[in-house]
């Protein structure tokens, strides 16, 4: 008994000095049990101030903890903790926590760096694997940057598998505010993000934009997003953003701009693709200064027309709105995207440009989507008085090998109210189909149908038309292009035409058969030619190859023209079977005519009497601005006989003679168009007449003779019958021709310049009612108008050549 009582007053002695050693080193013991849990992290201790209390939990007064990048200094805190098989931590209370950055952050580069889903699911995987086995509780804690710049204050909270952190600026304005709940190896989380004190937060780490970005960008707003991630897939419930980017001075000289973006969408993301969808009222408002836009284009010397463009398409305010799903997908390298429209909104029309099912590469080598432009562009008023509607619909593709442009129906580009020199167009409308290729290999590439429609033009003075349909196919390059087409003038085919080779000095054919002549007078032409045809074509081709597009006469042109079987009234005449054809060539700034004998024909012409099988040659020469054309051999049958000028020219020299050369004329139908009482002149003449023509015509030295026998008949006609009463002279000479029977008559012939004629005339024949012979010398002098008053031919002919004649005397 002595014995047990002595080995228990040992054992309690032993136990008190055990529990006093402990509690005199109690804060060595506690730091003993500490430095295995910081040894993982590099951390070590500098300063403790730490004890117990009564029922053993730890009491933090001041714990400094030391690292390479960071000092942390703990205060006023309770470790909550108990012994089971080791110590076990159940909560840490901390009132304040201040840690001040030492260096720069450095990120190590993630041998997973190159795929950033890949990278970005690993450390979603790292952080679902952690399970904090206590609680920590941070009622406030200050981070001051390794360079002294401003602190920051925040909170943080870990409990029940739910982790909770703020952070604010020192003026209190919320940086960010993050929950996450990790559980069975899934994490959902929401994230709250002020975006100027972030970026403020990231330059005061070094972790910057450029400077001339940090400096000018104004940024206001905030992103939220709530987030669930499990088996590397991450979905984004909801994500929005409400940004203000705002800069007063401008970046890379862009000058004065603000950017409001207001966004909401929805994600997937797995290890290869982003998927996103986006909310209906996601959009994004840019605005800018346009004069500052006009001087950074004249800076990089931009083309003078597109400045212009600018100009007079003034604008300062688009609006970006994306619409359905946007996807990028990380191992194929692309970009997917449903809907993207560009709206400029102050417009009285507003414009906007679309772009449907795009998918690009990352590096917009390969490129493809639909596209929709409507817009409205304001060029020179001075020319065109309207905005230019422009209405395009399309695709764009873009390869390795090519970039193309595909037209689809419906695309158009309407101009209204053009006005320059004389012209006028009331509307243009020219439809687009078909493609716009460009190669490296083959440069720029055509296959495109063209349909130009030309709505209420005048030409003053000159014509006013309906509408104007020009058609075109362009295919190939513009070193070796070619274009085929028509133009149709209101309902008349005008011409086919066809343009190939090199652009810059194309072959040209341009043609067009059956063209109906009585259709082109019956166009709306200023001044029209007192001409009425109901019958007549037109054939014609224009070929050769433009090689001055300035100066029409340097080229090399050939000219075919075919009239075919005109019928109808010209300058009230009537004429048929008119034909001419004339082949011209235009070489060294010269245009001639290929011989063609006989080139030019008519059927009849009626000038009070028919004139019939008229023909001639004609040439046609153009040469130093002078024109000049030539008829040759211009014959026709009249009055029963024939007619023929054996050279015409034009211009007309004064001092050359253009002879008349007549031919068996009947005289009995000259005097048939007198229808004078009493007179009847049987008989053929033949002669010369040359004829010099300037502002009047004059005949010298003509000639005619009679070309066989003829009768000279005048009685009972009421003007020789005063003639004869007024000379006895005069009354044997119409005595002996009331029944002149005459083998010879010749007349020189005289007209000058004032109209009046001179035959000088020599008659010989026997009267058998007088039974003798007749010889007869006359001069006859009278006026030529009265003697064209005296015929009845047409009217219109009459008078028109009366006024002429009484204009030049």
Not at 684 to 696: C, R
């Amino acid at each position: 008994m002595q014995r047990w009582l002595k080995l228990s007053f040992i054992f309690i002695i032993i136990i008190t000095l055990l529990l006093g050693v402990v509690f005199t080193n109690r804060q060595a013991l506690i730091l003993h049990f500490i430095k295995p849990y910081l040894a993982p992290y590099n951390m070590t201790l500098s300063c403790s101030e730490i004890k117990l209390k009564p029922n053993l939990d730890i009491v933090i007064d001041k714990l400094c903890l030391n690292h390479d990048m960071f000092d942390i200094t703990l205060k006023g805190g309770l470790v909550d903790w108990f012994y089971q098989r080791g110590i076990t931590l159940k909560g840490v209370n901390l009132n304040s926590v201040e840690v001040k950055g030492l260096k720069k952050f450095k990120f190590k580069k993630s041998a997973t760096a190159a795929k950033p889903l890949v990278q970005l699911h690993s450390r979603f995987k790292e952080l679902s694997e952690f399970n904090l086995p206590f609680a920590i509780n941070i009622n406030q804690f200050t981070y001051q940057t390794f360079n002294s710049k401003p602190v920051y204050t925040g909170s943080f909270l870990a409990a029940d598998n739910e982790y909770k952190i703020h952070l604010s600026t020192a003026l209190k304005t919320e940086l960010v505010s993050m929950s996450l709940n990790i559980f069975n190896n899934k994490i959902s989380g929401k994230v709250a993000l002020n975006a100027q004190p972030s970026i403020e937060f990231l330059a005061a780490n070094d972790i910057a934009l450029p400077i001339e970005i940090q400096n000018n960008l104004n940024v206001k707003g905030e992103v939220n997003s709530e987030f669930t991630w499990q088996n590397n897939l991450l979905n984004v419930k909801q994500h929005s953003e409400n940004l203000d980017v705002e800069s007063e001075a401008g970046i890379l000289h862009s000058g004065p701009f603000k950017l409001t973006h207001n966004a909401g969408w929805q994600a997937v993301i797995n290890e290869k693709e982003v998927a996103l969808v986006f909310d209906p009222q996601s959009k994004a408002s840019f605005n800018f200064k346009h004069d500052t836009l006009i001087e950074l284009l004249k800076d990089k010397q931009a083309p003078e027309y597109l400045i212009d463009l600018l100009n007079n398409n003034k604008k300062e305010l688009i609006v970006i709105k994306p619409e359905g799903s946007l996807k990028v997908n990380f191992e194929q390298q692309s970009i997917t995207v449903d809907t993207i429209t560009f709206i400029e909104p102050q417009s009285e029309q507003s414009s906007l440009v679309k772009f449907e099912a795009l998918t690009t590469s990352f590096n917009f080598e390969i490129f493809n989507t639909y596209f929709k432009i409507s817009s409205q562009l304001n060029v020179s008023k001075e020319i065109i008085q309207d905005a230019i509607s422009v209405n395009l619909v399309g695709k764009l593709n873009r390869n390795t090998d090519e970039f193309f442009i595909e037209f689809l129906p419906h695309s158009n580009i309407v101009i209204k109210n053009v006005k320059f020199d004389s012209v006028y167009i009331l509307k243009v409308k020219t439809e687009f189909l078909g493609k716009v290729k460009l190669a490296p290999k083959t440069g720029l590439i055509l296959d495109l149908n063209l349909e130009s429609i030309v709505s209420k033009s005048i030409l003053k003075n000159i014509i006013k038309t309906n509408q104007l349909v020009i058609k075109s196919k362009l295919d190939g390059s513009f070193e070796n292009i070619a274009v085929s087409g028509s133009i149709v003038l209101d309902d008349i085919n005008l011409a086919n035409y066809l343009i190939q080779g090199d652009i810059t000095q194309p072959y040209i054919d341009i043609s067009m058969d059956q063209l109906s002549i009585p259709s082109l007078l019956a166009l709306n032409i200023a001044n029209k030619l007192d001409i009425a045809l109901i019958n007549g074509s037109l054939d014609y081709q224009l070929k050769g190859q433009l090689t001055d597009m300035k100066n029409a006469l340097n080229n090399e042109l050939d000219l075919s023209v075919d009239v075919k079987d005109v019928i109808g009234e010209v300058n009230g005449f009537w004429l048929e079977g008119f034909d001419w054809r004339q082949k011209f060539e235009l070489n060294n700034q010269k245009i001639t005519t290929h011989y063609i004998a006989n080139n030019v024909k008519l059927g009849s012409i009626d000038v009070g009497t028919p004139i019939s099988e008229l023909i001639a040659t004609s040439s046609i020469n153009f040469e130093s601005n002078q024109l000049n054309i030539t008829l040759l051999n211009f014959k026709a049958n009249a009055f029963d006989g024939s007619f023929n000028i054996p050279e015409f020219n034009w211009p007309i020299d004064a001092k050359k003679a253009v002879t008349l050369n007549l031919q068996q004329i009947d005289l009995s139908k000259i005097v048939e168009l007198q229808k004078q009482q009493g007179i009847i002149v049987t008989g053929k003449v033949s002669g010369d007449l040359p004829l010099f023509i300037d502002d009047n015509i004059r005949i010298e030295n003509g000639k005619l003779f009679n070309v066989g026998e003829g009768v000279i008949q005048i009685k009972d006609n009421p003007g020789v019958e005063s003639l004869k009463q007024t000379s006895t002279e005069l009354a044997l000479a119409f005595d002996a021709l009331e029944n002149l029977h005459y083998h010879e008559l010749n007349a020189d012939v005289f007209m000058y310049d004032n109209g009046r004629m001179l035959l000088d005339t020599v008659i010989k024949g026997r009267n058998p009612d007088l039974d003798n012979d007749v010889n007869l010398n006359l001069n006859i002098n009278y006026d030529l108008l009265g003697l064209i008053k005296s015929l009845r031919i047409a009217d219109n002919v009459q008078s028109e050549i009366i006024q002429k004649l009484q204009q030049k005397d």
